[in-house]
């Protein structure tokens, strides 16, 4: 593998995801199209972002991979070891000493500081995508910031269901400005974007759009005056740190029903258990 | 603890090397050779370096070994190879006209000039499993049949062959196609956006995947987007590829390779003002891969509905924007199979909504 | 009184065939212009010129915007044009599905025009909405259904409903009781009718059907091989027809 150029992308390529990196960040939320490579790991297995922290990767960088909110499952550790190997940065589980953490399907519980950036894989990034398939048409949408439909699809689960059932991926209006997808974070999740100090990228390999947040942006959930939007959680606390404040995976501990609660955030867990202890 | 939360890199580890031991297969049964992948299994090397936009037999030989013959696999590895590599400027267009011909047939017309070259076809193979291959065993040609053989190949190849659509378009019974000096988009280097001009859609069809180009196709054929097609010409041989090399100020010859080109002849339009003329279909493929080149012709033509002033039917293969964002068997793959992947995190909330909906329809 | 709309010089081709060519007129707030003619005649085109659906190649259209005054709408970036059409305008299709989302509930169908306009109270867009299918005659325990669920005249009050509820200021309808019984079509007509009256809405009618003209329009526009033959208040037009084709369409409807 050392025979492959610093972060595996070769400098031009990194070049033109930058100049797209640079692009989303002056336009929040806009998904600018960008000439995504084929990667070693397979479309819809984070090249998006994998393309985005390559092209942003310095060697003095300290990296962080999850997916799920864990260090170790299987796509993070697959992630993190092209790194190591790709780049030969060090690699850290710790959000605080962490410069730059890719993630899948979460943010870390521990708060982001300024300095940090954190990348998002994004499969779709297209939030109107499954209320109107053509990407001509919603692209159109976005320009004239046509957004009725988007509600339409809120009402309608108000009128089904008596409450908002979108849990994850929930869209969120940037700066009052475009409406993006979160990428497929549980909405719990959502009011960390809001305001953080960190850069935060969004890559989306196969749909070939990056996005982007600048720190100390505006996030806002979208609902109704009279159906607020509510960042739910599992009810209980964490069989192994306590915290009554994370989000939580159901663990099935045995073949009779049993189960527990555990944090998802597996290096938030562990450094309350440790401080405990 | 519990096993999901740890362990991922010993898993990992673990079937990896799992993985390896199933490539190889029975050690009692000899290694397979790259040399001997590229030499008889060809074809299939022909779709990986078609489908991977990538021409070099060798690493396509060796991909497939790599992929234990998933042939996408060894597609999705020439993609992942390919974009490691430096692009140190672009050839000339090849010129398909001075081909020299492996194969060369035409639908259209009993003869041509130059003659119906059937070449090595399956065409008319009857398709009966031949057991003398089971029991590894080769019948040699007889000494007759190979001076024949012998004869046949180089008399084939030796001259290039007047094209079948350029006799019909020197009557203008063939509509000309637009010429230019502009140069065309590139999908792999600018992301793609509709709508796509005709260079962008022929360059994505031809890394097309074969299935889904050739199902595409056939729908065509069988009233969703029907446009008539007749092999025009189907041409199959090698292209020379050359290249400004601004230092010398003229072209070079940089290599060779072996293409499929296919042109279709497609019902004709015209009006009382416009007389009738046909249109054409085409399809241009790295290799041997005349099933490809001849869908890819069919969905061109299918897809120039709106130029040519056809009626939009709503099939399938009139849609630009359905067909190329599904084309691409890595993106279909990769995106297909990431739902493998842990998606606990968002089925927790789901889980959880559902709970709470059906507590508050008990109540 | 201004006119709410002024059209002027519209023509439209089809490469060398003529859609509708030269197409003046005026019309006043409060007023219902009927353009009938058989299918070929350029009506449709006409109508489409008019609602943005399709560029003429020459003319004007100037509307009396309650937000931007008197602007012509061919000059209006899409923009301006799709925000006008989310509020002052309002296209009643004759087939229900062109004007509808099949997938959607009545509901979300008549509240989608006040979200596109940025309302955001769940509780008072249900309650527009509610109000609006009574309007329609649609009982309020279908307001959770899709239109697929729908017959015909209900689907087409349903488009009727999800059109008006912003109170645009002009209606472009195409054959709004084409493909509909009877007398579906007779009880759709009553309810159009009182609708206009009630909202004093401006409105532009095309049909083959001069029943619904003598319903619904005050005045008429007669078209033919893409121009306007015949022009007036719609029961002098159609109790004395001058223009020989006129002529032949009202005695075509009497002979039925």
Redesign the interface.
């Known amino acids: 593998m050392s025979d492959?150029?610093f972060a595996?992308?070769?400098e031009?390529?990194k070049r033109m995801i930058r100049r797209a990196l640079l692009k989303a960040i002056a336009v929040p939320g806009y998904q600018v199209?960008?000439?995504?490579?084929?990667?070693?790991m397979?479309?819809?297995?984070g090249?998006g972002g994998v393309q985005v922290t390559a092209s942003t990767l310095v060697p003095e960088d300290v990296l962080k991979v999850i997916?799920?909110?864990?260090d170790?499952?299987?796509?993070?550790?697959?992630i993190r070891r092209f790194f190591e190997v790709t780049a030969g940065v060090e690699t850290t589980t710790e959000v605080p000493v962490a410069t730059l953490i890719q993630t899948?399907?979460?943010v870390p519980e521990t708060p982001l500081t300024e300095g940090q950036i954190i990348v998002y894989q994004v499969?779709i990034p297209e939030p109107l995508r499954f209320l109107e398939p053509?990407?001509?048409e919603t692209r159109?949408m976005h320009?004239?910031g046509?957004y009725?439909?988007m509600?339409?699809k809120l009402?309608?689960d108000?009128?089904?269901?008596?409450?908002i059932?979108t849990?994850?991926?929930y869209p969120a209006r940037v700066s009052s400005g475009y409406v993006m997808d979160p990428s497929?974070?549980?909405?719990?999740d959502n009011p960390k974007l809001d305001h953080s100090p960190a850069i935060q990228l969004f890559g989306a390999g196969?749909e070939?759009?990056i996005y982007a947040l600048p720190p100390w942006t505006s996030v806002q959930s979208l609902?109704?005056?009279?159906?607020p939007f509510d960042p739910?959680?599992?009810d209980g606390e964490c069989a192994l740190c306590g915290s009554k404040d994370s989000?939580?995976?159901?663990?099935i501990?045995d073949d009779a029903g049993g189960r527990m609660f555990?944090c998802?955030d597996?290096d938030y867990c562990a450094r309350r258990s440790e401080g405990a202890a | 603890m519990y096993v999901a939360v740890k362990g991922g890199e010993k898993a990992i580890d673990e079937a990896h090397a799992w993985l390896a031991h199933e490539r190889r297969g029975d050690p009692a049964t000899p290694v397979l050779d790259t040399a001997q992948i590229r030499e008889q299994l060809t074809l299939s090397c022909y779709r990986v370096m078609a489908e991977g936009s990538l021409y070099d037999l060798d690493l396509a030989a060796l991909a497939i070994k790599q992929a234990r013959g998933d042939l996408i696999e060894a597609i999705f590895l020439i993609r992942a190879y390919r974009t490691t590599l430096p692009r140190f400027g672009v050839s000339a267009p090849i010129d398909t006209s001075a081909m020299l011909c492996l194969r060369r047939i035409s639908a259209t017309f009993k003869d041509a000039p130059g003659g119906q070259l059937l070449g090595p076809t399956f065409d008319y193979t009857h398709r009966l499993l031949d057991f003398t291959l089971l029991a590894n065993g080769e019948a040699p040609l007889k000494r007759d049949e190979r001076d024949s053989l012998a004869k046949g190949m180089a008399s084939q190849s030796a001259e290039p062959l007047a094209r079948v659509s350029d006799i019909l378009g020197n009557d203008a019974l063939l509509q000309a196609e637009p010429t230019g000096d502009e140069a065309p988009g590139d999908l792999t280097r600018e992301p793609l956006e509709f709508p796509a001009d005709r260079a962008l859609r022929l360059q994505s069809l031809s890394r097309a995947d074969e299935g889904f180009a050739l199902s595409l196709a056939y729908s065509t054929q069988r009233g969703y987007g029907r446009n008539h097609p007749f092999i025009g010409e189907l041409r199959v041989g090698v292209v020379e590829v050359s290249m400004e090399i601004p230092e010398l100020g003229f072209s070079v010859v940089i290599g060779e390779m072996t293409v499929t080109e296919c042109e279709t002849v497609n019902q004709f339009v015209g009006s009382r003002k416009q007389p009738a003329q046909f249109t054409r279909g085409y399809g241009l493929t790295f290799g041997h891969t005349e099933r490809k080149a001849i869908a890819m012709a069919l969905l061109d033509r299918a897809l120039r509905w709106e130029e040519l002033g056809e009626d939009n039917v709503g099939a399938p293969a009139q849609d630009a924007e359905f067909v190329l964002s599904h084309a691409d068997n890595i993106q279909a793959t990769g995106f297909l199979e990431h739902i493998k992947l842990p998606h606990y995190v968002d089925f927790q909330s789901e889980l959880e909504l559902v709970r709470r909906l059906r507590a508050e329809a008990g109540q | 009184m201004n006119p709410i709309l002024e059209v002027s010089g519209i023509t439209r081709r089809y490469g060398d065939r003529i859609g509708c060519a030269d197409i003046s007129f005026d019309l006043y707030p409060g007023e219902v212009m009927g353009i009938v003619g058989e299918s070929g005649s350029g009506k449709s085109t006409l109508l489409n010129c008019l609602a943005g659906e399709l560029i003429p190649d020459a003319g004007r259209i100037l509307f009396d915007s309650r937000a931007e005054g008197v602007c012509d709408l061919l000059d209006l970036s899409e923009m301006q044009r799709r925000v006008l059409s989310r509020i002052e305008l309002a296209f009643v299709h004759q087939n229900p599905r062109d004007g509808l989302r099949m997938g959607v509930s009545a509901g979300g169908n008549v509240g989608e025009r006040l979200m596109g306009v940025g309302q955001r109270h769940y509780g008072n867009i249900r309650e527009q909405a509610l109000s609006w299918l009574e309007r329609v005659e649609i009982p309020a325990d279908r307001i959770d259904d899709r239109p697929s669920q729908f017959s015909g005249g209900m689907q087409q009050r349903l488009q009727i409903a999800r059109n008006l509820v912003t109170s645009p200021r002009l209606v472009f309808m195409d054959e709004p009781t084409g493909g509909l019984d009877v007398s579906v079509q007779a009880r759709l007509l009553d309810l159009l009718r009182g609708l206009v009256r009630e909202m004093g809405l401006s409105a532009i009618v095309v049909t083959h059907d001069l029943a619904v003209v003598r319903l619904l329009a005050d005045r008429i526009l007669v078209m033919k091989s893409g121009q306007v033959v015949e022009s007036g208040l719609t029961d002098q037009v159609l109790d004395d027809p001058h223009h020989p084709y006129t002529q032949l369409l009202v005695a075509s409807v009497l002979q039925a």
């Not at chain 1, 199209?33 to 070693?40: C, D, G, N």
């Not at chain 1, 397979?42 to 297995?45: A, D, I, R, T, V």
């Open positions: 492959y150029n595996y992308l070769d031009q390529t199209p960008f000439a995504s490579r084929e990667m070693p397979p479309y819809g297995w090249t997916d799920q909110g864990a170790d499952t299987t796509n993070a550790v697959s899948r399907h979460r499969p053509r990407e001509t159109k320009s004239l046509e009725g439909l509600h339409v009402y309608e108000i009128a089904r269901h008596g409450e059932a849990t994850y991926a497929p974070i549980p909405k719990f196969r070939q759009r609902d109704f005056e009279d159906h739910s959680r599992a989000y939580l995976d159901e663990v501990t555990i998802s597996t």
